[in-house]
Nanobody
Framework: QVQLVESGGGLVQDGGSLRLSCVAS????????MGWYRQAPGNQREAVAI???????NYADSVKGRFTISRDNAKNTVYLQMNSLKPEDTAVYYC?????????WGQGTQVTVSS
């Protein structure tokens, strides 16, 4: 049974920083992409940042220049460094790992940015 566990969320002031982590446990092989998604109340879940197994990254326009995604393949872990946070970044953040045959989601971690 594969489980993803996120950590690092919390309450931060406008302009502050947070670092999210997501680690996979269980038998999971050849993770191709790791990604971070978020969902604010009343909104659909959206992709924030994705990193492939080759290290290629993609970011939502709203977070470019502020967020950085990275991964540690040996630890089956993905990180999201979030700087210059804004109130509109407030959401539940989810990680997702994709292999050739399956996709796994974490349970989510709340990020709240106060103005």
């Amino acid at each position: 049974q594969v489980q993803l566990v996120e950590s690092g969320g919390g309450l931060v002031q406008d302009g502050g920083s947070l670092r999210l982590s997501c680690v996979a446990s269980g038998r999971i092989f050849r993770i191709y992409t790791m990604g971070w998604y978020r969902q604010a109340p009343g909104n659909q879940r959206e992709a924030v940042a994705i990193i492939t197994h080759t290290g290629t990254t993609n970011y939502a326009d709203s977070v470019k220049g502020r967020f950085t995604i990275s991964r540690d393949n040996a630890k089956n872990t993905v990180y999201l460094q979030m700087n210059s946070l804004k109130p509109e970044d407030t959401a539940v953040y989810y990680c997702k790992f994709s292999t050739s045959s399956a996709a796994y989601w974490g349970q989510g971690t709340q990020v709240t940015v106060s103005s």
